[in-house]
């Protein structure tokens, strides 16, 4: 006999205090799922933000100072 899937309460991921009545039971194939989701959309994100910075400092309108400012908070 093979071992039953783990499972994950929504319960156990939901922060302190939330009400949850009654807890459901999700397979952890798809906490796993949802969770790589989430991953692949803060990636794309992160992209958009890359390409906006970048456009942002090739503008002849920010002056240096302001270029550098913001190349020091991203090192």
């Known amino acids: 006999m093979s071992p ?13 205090g939330c009400p949850l009545s009654p807890p459901l039971q999700v397979p952890s194939s798809r906490v796993l799922q949802e969770t790589c989701s989430y991953i692949r959309s803060l990636h794309r994100e992160v992209d958009d933000l890359s390409e906006r910075l970048s456009e942002l400092l090739a503008t002849s309108d920010m002056s ?12």
Do not use: E, G, N
Not at 64 to 75: D, G, N, V, Y
């Open 64 to 75: 240096s100072a302001q270029a550098a400012i913001i190349r020091s908070l991203l090192m």
């Open 4 to 16: 039953s899937p783990a499972r994950v309460s929504v319960a156990d991921q939901a922060p302190a």
